[in-house]
C-alpha cells in the first residue's frame, strides 16, 4: 500500500538540529582541529620549500597542496588519511545512539517517516564535513597568499575547486559507511570499530590484497614477452574498488596538471605528446570524471543499503 | 448520542517470522475515554501501540486512529496523537525546552505556538522553572513528566501511553494519574498501558486485557470482575464471631468468600445480597459494617491468569 504525504517531511528540521549538534559538538572540534593543524602545518613546510623554486613551476598553489616536506607528509596524503576519520567519527553513532538514548520512538512518534531522519542526519554530516573543507580551502589559499606573495591564477582555483569536491565526496563515502554501520550495529562502540576496520583495510592493506588478487587472477605480474597488461589491468581494476584509490587518482590528475594518464600506458599511446606539459584543467577533469562519479556513486550506494536496512528495522528500542 | 470512536482496529495482527506478537484483536476507543491495556511483558501491547502509531505494518487487520489509516496515512495520524513510550528519552545535551522545541517543530507547530505551549506544558506537569535546564540534570520522574509535556503540546486528540509510571515514585505516580485524568478532562482519548493495575483501575473507564497476542477480555473492572470472578457484586462484610466464613458461604448466591482481616470478609456473589447477609449474621454474630466494595483489577487479573495457566 502507498504511503501518503512526501518522506522529505521533517528533512530540513533533522537538518538544522543535527548539523548545530555535529557543529559545536566536542568530538567535531577535537576532530577539526587535528586535520587544522596537521594540514596547515604540511602547507606550510610546503610553502617554505616551494618559497626557495619560486619561478620553477606555474602551478606554485597546487604545488602547496602536493609538496611534502620532511617529516610531514604532503597536504592531500594528509586528508586522505584524516578525512575517513573525521567522517566516521561524525556517523558511527548516528542512528543507534537514538535507540540508545531511546529518542527513536519519541522523534518517530513526530509526523515524518524515517527516511527523513535518516537523510536528514546524512545531510548535516555532509554538510558539517563541508564547511570543515572549505574552512580549511580557504585557510590554505589564504596561507599561500600571506607567505608567497602570489594570488592563484583561475586554472589553479578551477583544479582547487574540483579537488575539494573530490574530498567532499570521498568524505562522503566514509560517512555512508559509518550510517550503514549505524544502522546496522546496535552498539555504537561496534559500529565505530567495524567502521575503522573497513577504513584500516582500505587506507593501509588494500594495496597488499590487490596484486596477490591479481595474481591469482590474471597470472603473475611479468610475463615471458614482458610486462602482464592483464595483471596491470586486474590489479588496476581491484584497486579502483578502494576510496582511497579513487581519490588519490583524481588529487593526482587535479594538482598534477603534467599527469596524462592514469594506468599503464603503451609506449604507442605517448609517441608525440609533450611529456611534462600540463593539461587543460578541462582535460583533466576529464580524466578524473569516472574516479569523481565513482566516488559519488559509492556514496549514494552505500547510502541506500544503510536506508533499506532502516526501513526493515523494528523500532522498539 | 453516539460517542465519537477515535481508535478503531479490526483484526489487527503482527507476525515475526512464525512468531505471532498480535493476534487480530479488535479494539474501540472513544474521545475522552482512557482505555487501559494490561497483560504481561511479551503479550502484544507495545506491538499493538506502534502499529496504531503507524510505526510497524500489520500482517493483517486494519485500524483507523483519528479517521485515518495508520499504514497509509502515517503523518496524519502522527500529527493527532501524542505518543509517550516508557522510559522516554531525550537529547541529554540540550535543554528541555531545546528537546521540546525539536519535537515541536517536527510536529508542524510554529516557534510562537512552541513558546506558548511550552510554557503551558511545563506549568501543567509541574515544572515550571526548568525550560532552561539541561535534560541531563533530570531525574527519572522529571523526564517522564517532560515526555508528558511534549504530548501536552502537541495538543493531541489521542494520547497513548505506554507505561508511563513505571520508574515513578508513588508520589509522583499520584501527581502523573492526575495529570492523566486531565486529558480526559480536556476531551483526549487516552490509551494507557501499564503494569500497575491499581493505577489502571484509578483512571480508566475501561479495561482490555492482552494473553498472548490477543484481547482475552475487555470492558469495565465491573464487567470483567463478573466474567472472571463469577459474581457481579463484591460485598465487603465486617463481623466478629468464630464460623463467619462458612455462615456467609451457606447464603444462597455467594459465589466466594475472602478474608481480608480477622474481622473482614470479601464476599462476591451474583446479586446484592446485602439484606441476606445481615439477616443471617446479625442473630450469632456482632456485625459491624456492610458494603458494597469496588472489585479489585488485580483480582480480576490474577484469578484470569491462574486459570489460563491451570487450562494451558
Not at chain 1, 225 to 240: K, M
Not at chain 2, 10 to 29: E, N, P, S, W
Request: aromatic share 8%; with cysteine; net charge neutral.
Amino acid at each position: 500500500m502507498r504511503r501518503r504525504g512526501s518522506p522529505f517531511t521533517g528533512v530540513g528540521v533533522v537538518l538544522a538540529k543535527e548539523a548545530a549538534d555535529y557543529l559545536s559538538g566536542a568530538r567535531m572540534w577535537v576532530l577539526e582541529a587535528l586535520v587544522f593543524l596537521t594540514a596547515i602545518a604540511a602547507a606550510y613546510a610546503a610553502i617554505l620549500s616551494i618559497r626557495a623554486s619560486i619561478g620553477e613551476s606555474p602551478f606554485l598553489f597546487l604545488r602547496l597542496l602536493t609538496m611534502a616536506q620532511d617529516p610531514l607528509p604532503s597536504f592531500i596524503a594528509l586528508l586522505g588519511f584524516l578525512i575517513p576519520l573525521v567522517a566516521i567519527a561524525i556517523g558511527f553513532d548516528a542512528i543507534n545512539g537514538e535507540f540508545g538514548r531511546r529518542t527513536l520512538s519519541r522523534i518517530l512518534a513526530q509526523p515524518i517517516y524515517r527516511d527523513a531522519l535518516l537523510l536528514g542526519k546524512f545531510l548535516a554530516g555532509l554538510l558539517a564535513l563541508t564547511i570543515g573543507l572549505l574552512s580549511l580551502w580557504l585557510l590554505t589559499i589564504g596561507l599561500g597568499l600571506l607567505f608567497l606573495g602570489l594570488a592563484p591564477n583561475t586554472e589553479e582555483m578551477v583544479r582547487m575547486a574540483g579537488f575539494l569536491i573530490a574530498t567532499i565526496a570521498y568524505g562522503g563515502v566514509w560517512l555512508a559507511v559509518a550510517f550503514l554501520f549505524s544502522v546496522v550495529f546496535r552498539a555504537p562502540a561496534t559500529a565505530a570499530l567495524t567502521a575503522l576496520g573497513v577504513w584500516l583495510l582500505f587506507s593501509l592493506f588494500w594495496s597488499v590484497v590487490t596484486p596477490l588478487m591479481a595474481t591469482l587472477i590474471a597470472g603473475p605480474p611479468e610475463g615471458i614477452f614482458g610486462p602482464n597488461l592483464a595483471y596491470l589491468h586486474t590489479a588496476q581494476t581491484l584497486d579502483r574498488i578502494s576510496p582511497n584509490t579513487l581519490y588519490a587518482e583524481i588529487a593526482l590528475a587535479l594538482l598534477q596538471p603534467a599527469t596524462r594518464a592514469l594506468g599503464p600506458v603503451l609506449y604507442s599511446q605517448v609517441q608525440g605528446a609533450l611529456l611534462g606539459a600540463p593539461l587543460p584543467a578541462t582535460q583533466s577533469f576529464l580524466l578524473v570524471w569516472p574516479q569523481l562519479t565513482g566516488l559519488v556513486a559509492a556514496m549514494i550506494v552505500i547510502f541506500a543499503i544503510a536506508y533499506v536496512v532502516f526501513q526493515r528495522q523494528e523500532i522498539r528500542a | 448520542m453516539t460517542e465519537e470512536v477515535v481508535i478503531r482496529a479490526q483484526g489487527l495482527t503482527k507476525r515475526y517470522g512464525a512468531t505471532v506478537a498480535v493476534d487480530h484483536i479488535d479494539l474501540d476507543v472513544s474521545a475522552g475515554e482512557i482505555v487501559g491495556i494490561l497483560g504481561p511483558n511479551g503479550s502484544g501491547k507495545t506491538t499493538t501501540i506502534l502499529m496504531l502509531l503507524g510505526l510497524t505494518e500489520p500482517s493483517e487487520g486494519r485500524a483507523e486512529v483519528a479517521g485515518f489509516d495508520p499504514l497509509r496515512d502515517p503523518l496524519e495520524v502522527k500529527r493527532r496523537v501524542g505518543y509517550l513510550p516508557d522510559s522516554v528519552g531525550f537529547y541529554d545535551g540540550l535543554s528541555a525546552r531545546d528537546n521540546l522545541a525539536y519535537t515541536g517543530r517536527l510536529a508542524g507547530l510554529s516557534r510562537r505556538e512552541i513558546d506558548e505551549r511550552f510554557a503551558e506544558a511545563l506549568t501543567r506537569v509541574g515544572l515550571p522553572d526548568v525550560g532552561r535546564d539541561r535534560v541531563a540534570t533530570f531525574s527519572r520522574g522529571m523526564r517522564q513528566r517532560l515526555g508528558l509535556a511534549e504530548v501536552l503540546m502537541k495538543r493531541p486528540s489521542i494520547a497513548i501511553l505506554d507505561e508511563p509510571t513505571a520508574t515513578l515514585d508513588p508520589h509522583s505516580t499520584q501527581e502523573f494519574l492526575g495529570m492523566i485524568r486531565g486529558l480526559k478532562a480536556d476531551g483526549t482519548a487516552v490509551l494507557l498501558s501499564s503494569h500497575h493495575l491499581d493505577q489502571v483501575q484509578s483512571v480508566c473507564d475501561r479495561v482490555a486485557l492482552f494473553n498472548r497476542g490477543r484481547i482475552a477480555l475487555s470492558g469495565s473492572v465491573t464487567e470483567l470482575a463478573h466474567r472472571v470472578l463469577g459474581g457481579g457484586y463484591v460485598i465487603d462484610v465486617e463481623a466478629r464471631g468464630a464460623e463467619v466464613r462458612n455462615q456467609l458461604l451457606a447464603i444462597p448466591g455467594v459465589v466466594r468468600v475472602q478474608g481480608l482481616g480477622p474481622e473482614l470478609y470479601r464476599v462476591d456473589c451474583a446479586r446484592d445480597l446485602r439484606p441476606e447477609i445481615a439477616r443471617q449474621l446479625a442473630p450469632s454474630f456482632d456485625l459491624l459494617g456492610i458494603r458494597f466494595a469496588e472489585p479489585s483489577l488485580n483480582e480480576v487479573y490474577t484469578r484470569y491468569f491462574d486459570e489460563a495457566r491451570h487450562a494451558a
